[in-house]
């Protein structure tokens, strides 16, 4: 059975950072692409950061030079690293698991934890 996750969100001031991680189990993570993506309240679900099972990384304009994700292949874990967080980064974050199969797509989702920032 797959499960994605996720940890490490919370309430934190503008400036402040926070470590998201999700841990994977029920899939060879190695072999998939890993992604973080947030929805805030009225907005539509986004793309953050991902990370390629070959280790290729993109972000999001908005979060470019502040956040930096990164994977740990022996504990299927990935992580997001958040640092000048922003009000605007409120939003309830989700770990998302894809894979091209040869017939089918493998995409798997975790719960998703809230990330608050706020004075």
């Known amino acids: 059975q797959v499960h994605l996750v996720e940890s490490g969100g919370g309430l934190v001031q503008p400036g402040g950072s926070l470590r998201l991680s999700c841990e994977a189990s029920?899939?060879?993570?190695?072999?998939?692409?890993m992604r973080w993506y947030r929805q805030a309240p009225g907005k539509e679900r986004e793309l953050v950061a991902s990370i390629a099972s070959a280790g290729s990384i993109n972000y999001a304009d908005s979060v470019k030079g502040r956040f930096t994700i990164s994977r740990d292949n022996a504990k299927n874990t990935v992580y997001l690293q958040m640092n000048t967080l922003k009000p605007d980064d409120t939003a309830v974050y989700y770990c998302?698991?894809?894979?091209?199969?040869?017939?089918?797509?493998?995409?798997?989702w975790g719960q998703g934890t809230q990330v608050t920032v706020s004075s």
């Open positions: 998302n698991a894809n894979r091209a199969g040869s017939y089918r797509t493998y995409d798997y």
């Open positions: 029920g899939f060879t993570f190695s072999s998939y692409a």
